[in-house]
């Protein structure tokens, strides 16, 4: 497995536990939790879409 590999695989088990907190966040009552789950949610998306593109210019 070679590094851009393992970074998307990183990236995409980040996003799935921020997706998961958000579920915990909406039980809890907890805006804040919701918050940063988005957010890291969000820098998630970006990044893979970053590395995506750097990935796919360089081949």
Do not use: D, P, Q, Y
Request: glycine fraction near 4%; charged fraction near 15%; hydrophobic fraction near 60%.
């Amino acid at each position: 497995m070679n590094w851009e590999k393992l970074c998307f695989l990183f990236l995409a088990v980040f996003a799935v536990l921020c997706i998961a907190s958000i579920g915990v966040a909406v039980a809890e009552r907890s805006i804040l939790l919701a918050a940063f789950c988005i957010v890291g949610l969000f820098f998630s998306f970006t990044m893979s879409r970053k590395l995506r593109t750097r990935t796919e210019t360089e081949s």
